[in-house]
């Protein structure tokens, strides 16, 4: 079912009605929910999950024991789940899944972060033209210090610049490269020519509406490179200065993991980062699956509320 039949079917349109309890993270973002993820999903329930994912943008459920088919299962639910680029990443026989694990052979910390450009400011799949929506991730294994997910919100980003602000980015595109964002953070592992041939840059709006809620919120990230038809430097400064300006730690939930637990997040809303941890002395096991969205727009018009 797709999801938009599964939003149609559900009675539960508000929270009230929704089959599982409801715990707010913050004021503005994220909620654990209460449900449990290692049973079947029928259509109902999963049609609240969603209104929950739109409503609160950041979900948090567990800990559980949930194996990799169960999470590919459920990434299936929101939609198509990629096939990441970055093949040296895939978990368990599951292409759908990455794994990100600082553990050598032997199980134990090997002294290699194993993807440093996630320590930045970011959302998942920027850089293709049919972007992240949401992404799902399980903490296998969690760091005693550090290793911590942050999350931020890009619809309140947005709506806190000010009118001049907001008028000089209206109708700018930003071009996302994951070379770029890859190569500057992660210098000592490369992309290969095959991944980068299949990774060409993608230019999206500045600004974009999303999807399915109508609400407009700031597009970018450390995967954009530059702004189309501004020079390259002036550009680069301006995507610099917007994207530490939508960081507001009022709008901000940030995740101190336990084993077991999953995230599950709106990417084309929030911007997340995961906080440094120490390779050598910590261990930290996630497996994430990407379920891809759509092409970003911008809508002119009457917003709609989810
Ligand atoms: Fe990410």
């Given at each position: 079912m797709q999801?938009?039949e599964a939003?149609?079917?559900?009675k539960?349109?508000?929270?009230?009605?929704w089959?599982f309890e409801v715990?707010?993270?913050?004021?503005k973002?994220?909620?654990?929910i209460?449900?449990d993820l290692?049973?079947?999903?029928?259509?109902?329930?999963?049609?609240?999950?969603?209104?929950a994912?739109?409503?609160?943008?950041?979900?948090?459920?567990g800990?559980l024991d949930?194996p990799p088919?169960?999470?590919?299962a459920?990434?299936?639910?929101?939609?198509?789940?990629?096939?990441h680029?970055?093949?040296?990443y895939?978990?368990d026989?599951?292409?759908?899944l990455?794994?990100l694990?600082?553990?050598d052979?032997h199980?134990?910390p090997s002294?290699k972060?194993?993807?440093?450009?996630?320590l930045?400011?970011?959302t998942?799949?920027s850089?293709r033209?049919?972007?992240?929506?949401a992404?799902?991730?399980?903490g296998?294994?969690?760091a005693?210090v550090g290793?911590?997910t942050?999350f931020?919100?890009?619809?309140?980003?947005?709506?806190?610049?000010?009118?001049s602000?907001?008028?000089?980015?209206d109708?700018?595109?930003a071009v996302?490269?994951l070379d770029f964002s890859?190569?500057?953070?992660?210098?000592?592992?490369?992309m290969?020519?095959a991944?980068?041939?299949?990774?060409?840059p993608?230019?999206h709006p500045?600004?974009?509406?999303?999807?399915e809620?109508g609400?407009?919120?700031?597009y970018?990230?450390?995967?954009?490179?530059?702004?189309v038809?501004?020079p390259y430097d002036?550009?680069?400064?301006l995507?610099?200065q917007?994207n530490?300006m939508?960081?507001?730690?009022?709008?901000t939930y940030e995740?101190?993991?336990?084993?077991?637990?999953?995230l599950v997040?709106d990417n084309?809303?929030?911007?997340?980062?995961?906080?440094a941890y120490?390779?050598?002395?910590?261990?930290r096991v996630?497996r994430?699956c990407t379920?891809l969205g759509?092409?970003?727009?911008?809508v002119?018009?009457?917003?709609?509320?989810?």
């Amino acid at each position: 079912m797709q999801v938009s039949e599964a939003l149609s079917t559900t009675k539960a349109a508000s929270p009230q009605d929704w089959p599982f309890e409801v715990h707010p993270l913050t004021p503005k973002l994220g909620a654990k929910i209460a449900v449990d993820l290692s049973s079947d999903i029928d259509d109902e329930l999963f049609g609240a999950i969603y209104r929950a994912f739109l409503r609160y943008q950041v979900l948090l459920f567990g800990p559980l024991d949930l194996p990799p088919a169960r999470q590919v299962a459920f990434g299936r639910r929101f939609g198509e789940v990629q096939i990441h680029v970055m093949n040296q990443y895939h978990a368990d026989g599951f292409p759908e899944l990455y794994r990100l694990s600082n553990l050598d052979e032997h199980g134990k910390p090997s002294g290699k972060h194993p993807d440093r450009g996630t320590l930045a400011w970011h959302t998942d799949g920027s850089w293709r033209r049919v972007t992240g929506q949401a992404t799902i991730i399980y903490g296998e294994v969690v760091a005693g210090v550090g290793g911590d997910t942050y999350f931020c919100d890009m619809y309140g980003a947005y709506e806190r610049l000010d009118a001049s602000w907001k008028a000089r980015i209206d109708n700018l595109r930003a071009v996302h490269n994951l070379d770029f964002s890859r190569t500057r953070r992660h210098g000592e592992d490369p992309m290969t020519d095959a991944q980068r041939l299949a990774t060409p840059p993608a230019d999206h709006p500045v600004v974009r509406t999303h999807p399915e809620t109508g609400r407009d919120c700031i597009y970018l990230g450390d995967h954009a490179e530059y702004i189309v038809g501004m020079p390259y430097d002036e550009g680069r400064a301006l995507i610099e200065q917007l994207n530490a300006m939508a960081v507001h730690p009022d709008l901000t939930y940030e995740h101190h993991w336990q084993a077991g637990e999953l995230l599950v997040w709106d990417n084309r809303c929030v911007m997340h980062r995961a906080t440094a941890y120490d390779p050598l002395t910590q261990s930290r096991v996630v497996r994430r699956c990407t379920v891809l969205g759509e092409v970003p727009v911008r809508v002119r018009g009457q917003p709609r509320t989810a």
